[in-house]
């Protein structure tokens, strides 16, 4: 063989090693991309969760205030009734 086509064989021999090593680091780091990914998707939807939770609560305490005040103003309106009928 000449030199010149040793050369190449070599140096495509050595890029060959450099891809391969190249596509497998690229798989590994699209590999734990899916993973973060992964992860974040699971922490938006305990977000939603619990943000749903704490929505029900404000909803609750929502009714429970206005059934208050209702019962209040019946409370109100009775007294007053009593009153002018005194």
Do not use: C, H, Y
């Not at 992964?38 to 404000?58: C, F, H, P, Q």
């Not at 019946?74 to 009734?81: A, G, I, V």
């Amino acid at each position: 063989m000449d030199p010149i086509q040793l050369t190449i064989v070599i140096i495509s021999f050595v890029l060959t090693v450099l891809l391969v090593i190249l596509g497998i680091q690229v798989w590994f780091i699209l590999k734990e991309f899916r993973r973060s990914m992964e992860k974040m998707n699971k922490m938006l939807d305990d977000a939603g969760r619990v943000s749903g939770t704490v929505s029900e609560g404000i909803s609750g305490m929502n009714s429970l205030l206005s059934g208050i005040k209702a019962g209040l103003t019946l409370f109100s309106s009775l007294r007053n009734k009593k009153e002018a009928d005194e």
